[in-house]
């Protein structure tokens, strides 16, 4: 008992360190033929892995054309372009929007001054621009600007995911065009923010499910016993396996995806399945012979080799997808094999000393 709660009191806190991320070449791997392609393509001096638009909008026609709107934003796109996700590559912009053609064509009309390579000062050279642009044959105008100049929007291009740096810069430019674009509504879309959201929903999905399941479990446990005390006894080394597999992905920056997800309430299962076999048969040779270390014995003796064969095969069969080029199952196969070893020495060393101490079934005789 001793040994086993100093390696869950040691492995417990790599919980904390716990990510999910969806990104793909970490959740498939490079072994793969076509995700090696993309990676290859991704980075790339022009590829990108994902992308996300900042638009503002007004209620006013031709609010955009107005110099001070373009300038604020085109300070939030240039903090946009230092962010992590979005440094710019060989020096090619990761972040694009109409501002840029409207700066160049501002620096040719000053005979190519590269002091005028900003946004006019004069609304009205604005609107003459966006028009001599329109008319030159330019065809990227309404792709970043509405029909009646309220809306302004521009691109950012991103070559990884990583979730929390996602949520962070996204946070980040909202906060901006709030305190730079009074009376605009700054809004992002994309699929950066459709992937932000689906990490953000997985984590809260996982932490319901598994409390959801922990407490259907106990109170199972308890009916099935009919008994609080031996109930939780049967949950304590149940919760030892979530506790490692938590502590080891923390540690070893294991990410928690839409498939390592399911490994915890499954391995909640198989624990609760083990543990009621187990505590159950103790229970039955303690009514015959009515001493607890002898009960306790004579399970070992049978149901605990049953447990310990059917461990084996389960971690066997799981193991086997360790020699899979895809990493998310290697992840699975190791996660699985790893929880179920837990469960069956938690069983082994934690269930009986328990039994031991708090005496469940009565006195003894």
């Given at each position: 008992?001793?040994?086993?709660?100093?390696?869950?009191?040691?492995?417990?806190?790599?919980?904390?360190?716990?990510?999910?991320?969806?990104?793909?070449?970490?959740?498939?791997?490079?072994?793969?033929?076509?995700?090696?392609?993309?990676?290859?393509?991704?980075?790339?001096?022009?590829?990108?892995?994902?992308?996300?638009?900042?638009?503002?909008?007004?209620?006013?026609?031709?609010?955009?054309?107005?110099?001070?709107?373009?300038?604020?934003?085109?300070?939030?796109?240039?903090?946009v372009g230092v962010f992590e996700l979005t440094k710019k590559n060989k020096n090619t912009p990761a972040v694009f929007s109409i501002l840029d053609i409207l700066k160049e064509m501002n620096q040719t009309f000053h005979s190519d001054s590269s002091s005028y390579h900003k946004i006019p000062d004069s609304r009205e050279l604005i609107a003459q621009l966006l028009f001599l642009y329109e008319i030159s044959g330019g065809t990227k105008t309404f792709r970043w600007i509405d029909e009646d100049y309220s809306m302004l929007r521009a691109q950012v291009r991103i070559k990884k995911f990583n979730a929390n740096e996602i949520a962070?810069?996204?946070?980040?430019?909202?906060?901006?065009?709030?305190?730079?674009?009074?009376?605009?509504?700054?809004?992002?879309?994309?699929?950066?923010?459709?992937?932000?959201?689906?990490?953000?929903?997985?984590?809260?999905?996982?932490?319901?499910?598994?409390?959801?399941?922990?407490?259907?479990?106990?109170?199972?446990?308890?009916?099935?016993?009919?008994?609080?005390?031996?109930?939780?006894?049967?949950?304590?080394?149940?919760?030892?396996?979530?506790?490692?597999?938590?502590?080891?992905?923390?540690?070893?920056?294991?990410?928690?995806?839409?498939?390592?997800?399911?490994?915890?309430?499954?391995?909640?299962?198989?624990?609760?399945?083990?543990?009621?076999?187990?505590?159950?048969?103790?229970?039955?040779?303690?009514?015959?012979?009515?001493?607890?270390?002898?009960?306790?014995?004579?399970?070992?003796?049978?149901?605990?080799?049953?447990?310990?064969?059917?461990?084996?095969?389960?971690?066997?069969?799981?193991?086997?997808?360790?020699?899979?080029?895809?990493?998310?199952?290697?992840?699975?196969?190791?996660?699985?094999?790893?929880?179920?070893?837990?469960?069956?020495?938690?069983?082994?060393?934690?269930?009986?000393?328990?039994?031991?101490?708090?005496?469940?079934?009565?006195?003894?005789?």
């Open positions: 008992m001793t040994i086993f709660v100093v390696f869950i009191l040691g492995i417990a806190p790599g919980i904390r360190y716990m990510t999910v991320d969806m990104d793909m070449f970490r959740f498939m791997g490079t072994k793969i033929p076509y995700v090696n392609r993309l990676y290859e393509v991704v980075n790339s001096q022009l590829g990108s892995y994902l992308t996300y638009n900042i638009s503002i909008s007004y209620d006013e026609p031709d609010a955009i054309k107005n110099p001070k709107v373009m300038k604020e934003f085109d300070a939030l796109l240039d903090t962070r810069e996204l946070k980040t430019i909202k906060k901006i065009g709030r305190e730079r674009l009074p009376g605009a509504n700054v809004s992002i879309v994309g699929s950066a923010v459709q992937f932000a959201e689906l990490n953000k929903k997985i984590v809260t999905g996982e932490l319901n499910s598994i409390s959801m399941a922990l407490v259907i479990v106990g109170v199972l446990l308890v009916l099935v016993f009919g008994s609080l005390k031996t109930g939780l006894i049967g949950m304590i080394p149940n919760v030892s396996p979530l506790i490692v597999i938590g502590g080891y992905m923390g540690y070893f920056n294991s990410p928690l995806d839409m498939m390592t997800m399911t490994i915890m309430p499954m391995l909640l299962g198989i624990a609760v399945d083990d543990t009621i076999h187990f505590i159950n048969h103790i229970k039955y040779e303690f009514e015959k012979c009515g001493n607890y270390e002898s009960a306790i014995l004579k399970s070992f003796r049978t149901v605990g080799k049953t447990l310990a064969m059917t461990t084996m095969i389960l971690t066997a069969t799981f193991a086997m997808y360790m020699f899979s080029p895809v990493a998310n199952m290697a992840r699975i196969g190791l996660l699985s094999s790893m929880g179920l070893i837990v469960a069956l020495v938690a069983d082994y060393l934690m269930t009986p000393v328990l039994i031991l101490w708090t005496k469940p079934f009565g006195k003894e005789k």
